[in-house]
């Protein structure tokens, strides 16, 4: 016979929406039922955030002493050869960290007393789940459910995935180094891996359909990725989309109609992310769509009674932050408690070198809002922080962006190396309403980036001091 589980919340999905939302729950008592196919963790924890950041530091690593053994090194380090790397070991390692940090994951939801059933989810209605076939099948009947089933990778149609065409999850599971790899897609996700194999010794070229590098990013944050870029000899073809794929190249076209067939190893096709709503019963539950995605409200109640939504599946950003924000808030809307999703800002923050960090409204976009503002941009290149971690002379900035009648900050962003530390402090401010003689009159700690921050508000009064 099946195991029957009754639950007062049954959450779809173990990704960082999931698990905070079952973790939350279980704190508060509610018996709480946590379904997921795969690993603990989603998509960021085991395929994304973690072991791409684990890559980018290991390629930064050893970028530095390919430099120092070719004499390069402006820090008086120098190695006798250059050195090696054993790219399965390094994945290894990066393995290592996941399944430390999934682990972790587990022993939290126990401690929650949230109950885990390993398993692919399928609903027969918007409250009942079965998980496993025949004799083993478990099913779980629940007065409230979550959904967290997160996003999957964007296939084009002309590149389909196999072969050495591959998406960011197989990027991070590569046993040796390419030669020559082709990211196509200039966002965050294709021009931190290109950035990460690059230093590691792969001829790198980057396909844009668009005309710039970063279209999520204003293109003052963008250019000094674009000069990094450049001097670190990736090739950046802007205006050119991909055709195909055979015979070890991709075929593409720029914006004149002209077509070149470009040497690969292997092509990583970085072009966006969609919501996971097939599979598993979605058209079942009688949920209003809106457009690809479930429809939610300000507390990510969906059209269904008592089936609410977060994270991927819900729309953009497609964030760790927002979802697992979703997730505690929702765990608590469930307990009793009055909550709304209603933040000032989803921070973002985009891992390339230079860094870039993005809170708020840029300056373009506050004008496009009919918004008259105040802006203070801070050159890196007046920071002596920036300056003794080799990063002032990159063209970075950190400028704010402030309303010009009450002088309420409404965006804070920030280029170059190091800088996304500073986004829980940009955070921070929007959140809590702050004003630039606010910022300005916050002692910050010397030598830090920070100050970079107290100086572009300054800067936004009229009264800056170090430039």
């Given at each position: 016979m099946p195991e029957r589980i009754d639950a007062k919340v049954l959450v779809l999905g173990g990704g960082p929406g999931g698990y905070v939302a079952a973790i939350r729950a279980g704190q508060q008592g509610l018996p709480t039922v946590l379904v997921e196919a795969d690993r603990l963790g989603g998509t960021c924890l085991i395929r994304g955030c973690i072991p791409s950041k684990?890559?980018?530091?290991?390629?930064?690593?050893?970028?530095?002493?390919?430099?120092?053994?070719?004499?390069?090194?402006?820090?008086?380090?120098?190695?006798?050869?250059?050195?090696?790397?054993?790219?399965?070991?390094?994945?290894?390692?990066?393995?290592?960290?996941?399944?430390?940090l999934s682990g972790g994951v587990a022993a939290l939801l126990k401690r929650a007393k949230v109950r885990v059933v390993a398993g692919w989810g399928r609903f027969s209605d918007a409250k009942t789940c079965h998980v496993g076939e025949g004799e083993a099948e478990i099913v779980i009947r629940a007065e409230q459910v979550i959904l967290a089933a997160g996003s999957l990778p964007v296939e084009l149609k002309d590149l389909p995935f196999g072969g050495p065409v591959i998406s960011s999850t197989e990027a991070l599971d590569l046993a040796e180094i390419p030669q020559r790899l082709l990211v196509v897609g200039a966002g965050y996700i294709g021009l931190e891996l290109g950035q990460a194999f690059a230093k590691l010794g792969a001829k790198v070229t980057v396909v844009e359909a668009l005309d710039r590098i970063l279209p999520a990013f204003d293109r003052a944050l963008a250019e000094p990725v674009a000069r990094a870029l450049a001097g670190a000899g990736i090739e950046t073809r802007l205006e050119t989309r991909a055709l195909g794929s055979g015979g070890g190249a991709l075929l593409v076209e720029d914006n004149k109609g002209k077509q070149a067939r470009l040497d690969a190893d292997i092509i990583l096709v970085t072009v966006g992310r969609r919501p996971n709503t097939a599979g598993w019963g979605l058209e079942t539950m009688g949920i209003d769509m809106a457009g690809p995605f479930i429809g939610i409200d300000d507390e990510c109640r969906t059209s269904m009674a008592g089936v609410f939504a977060i994270g991927d599946v819900t729309g953009e950003p497609m964030l760790e932050h927002r979802a697992a924000t979703q997730g505690e808030m929702v765990a608590e809307i469930i307990a009793g408690h009055r909550r709304r999703f209603d933040p000032a800002a989803i921070p973002a923050v985009c891992f390339t070198d230079p860094e870039i960090v993005a809170a708020g409204l840029s300056p373009e976009e506050a004008a496009a809002q009919g918004i008259e503002v105040l802006t203070g941009v801070f050159p890196l290149s007046a920071s002596g922080r920036a300056w003794t971690m080799e990063a002032g002379a990159g063209g970075g900035f950190v400028r704010v962006t402030a309303r010009r009648d009450d002088h309420r900050l409404i965006g804070a962003h920030a280029v170059g190396q190091g800088v996304s530390e500073l986004s829980a402090e940009f955070s921070l401010a929007l959140e809590m309403g702050a004003v630039l003689e606010d910022i300005a009159g916050t002692i910050h700690v010397h030598p830090t980036l920070s100050e970079s921050f107290h100086e572009a508000a300054l800067r936004a009064l009229g009264h800056a001091i170090h430039v």
């Open positions: 684990a890559l980018i530091h290991a390629a930064a690593e050893f970028a530095v002493m390919r430099q120092a053994a070719a004499g390069a090194s402006k820090l008086g380090i120098a190695l006798k050869g250059p050195p090696a790397i054993d790219l399965a070991h390094t994945v290894g390692w990066m393995d290592g960290i996941v399944d430390r």
